[in-house]
């Protein structure tokens, strides 16, 4: 397990922002929110790894939480966080999300097939659904403990506190927060609005990516309101 992440080093000078100490202000610039709600997820994760190990199924449920509030907080903040490091932390969050999502799976129909209106269904096959179950949980818990994921959490960690990101044109990172999510917020309500509009006609895959923006979106919300930021009442709907 890895100590906690406090006080990240960032580039700074006169003109930048202030290298963050870990106490968000009451009014941060894109950078310090960005940075607070990236490392709660980084630090949750890390929380959740030894359960998560054990195969505690709301501990996975939790990480995989974790993973798509960040991955959903760094697309939202992509005109400021796009660099060429990032490519490369996505591709290794997905192999993990990857591992987590079969465990989440075989978690969900094992409890499914504990549930008294599914036990006939579930009678035939419930050693063969155990035994899946063991099999995906020990291949989690293989990966959560790999040096793999070790240097994956490094570089993210790194990544959040030096990336090549902090180089970048000025202009977002110092930027009130509240402006910027005012209208990021907007546009994504726009995409959501578009989309939804078609409901009844999406086929599977427009659809799970639709569920996947509410989400995101949801997310994103849920994390501004917790540094202070304030929120629209449309964008609370």
Known sequence: SRMRRTSPRTQSHATEPAAWSGAVPSAPDCQTAFQSIATSCANLIQDHRRAAIAADPEAIHSVRIELTRLRAAVLFFSPMTDDNVWPEIKKELRWLNSALGKARDQDVTASYARRKRYRRWARASRRAIVRIQRRVDRKLSKTLASV???????????????????????????????????????????????????????????????RIRCKRYRYIVAALQSLGISVARQDLK
């Open 148 to 210: 793999r994921y070790d240097r994956l959490i490094t570089a993210l960690d790194d990544w959040i506190a030096n990336g090549p990101w902090l180089k970048s044109d000025q202009t977002i990172r110092c930027k009130h927060v509240d402006a910027y999510a005012q209208a990021k917020l907007k546009a994504w309500r726009q995409e959501i609005s578009r989309e939804g509009r078609h409901l009844r006609i999406l086929r599977r895959k427009r659809l799970h990516r639709l």
